[in-house]
């Protein structure tokens, strides 16, 4: 970890993170269903190759713009551990230790933080913190 969030500065970065999180996780939804869709179109003699196409076209749009996403996740130093839950973790230092600052999608700000090696399951509430 080269980059550290204080609680200001990894609250104010979930104005932008918010929102990609939640297009992220409606991207993956979209790219489950297209999958259904995908094998039911397969499904069968009378395939149609162009609406086939057109399927793996738009799938191949949505899984792009995921990467994006993810990627500007990896710049802005917060690592992303579900996509689902829009569960992110932003590194910290807490009297020269490092921690992680735990967010989920649908949590007002950081209220959360755990040990590097805890993950969810050892997530405090944010008043534990020493």
């Avoid at 989920?104 to 050892?122: C, F, M, S, T």
Wanted: hydrophobic fraction near 45%; charged fraction near 30%.
């Amino acid at each position: 970890m080269s980059t550290y969030y204080d609680i200001d500065s990894a609250n104010a970065r979930l104005k932008e993170l918010g929102p990609l999180l939640a297009a992220l996780r409606d991207a993956r939804d979209e790219v489950a269903a297209g999958q259904l869709r995908l094998a039911q179109l397969q499904d069968g003699d009378k395939a149609d190759p162009a609406l086939l196409a057109r399927e793996q076209e738009g799938m191949t749009i949505t899984v792009k713009s995921m990467e994006k996403a993810v990627r500007q996740i990896d710049v802005w130093g917060v690592t992303l551990r579900d996509i689902g839950s829009g569960l992110v973790d932003f590194p910290a230092l807490v009297n020269g230790r490092p921690i992680w600052l735990c967010w989920k999608l649908g949590e007002e700000d950081i209220a959360y933080w755990h040990e590097l090696e805890a993950g969810i399951a050892g997530r405090k509430p944010l008043i534990e913190l020493e």
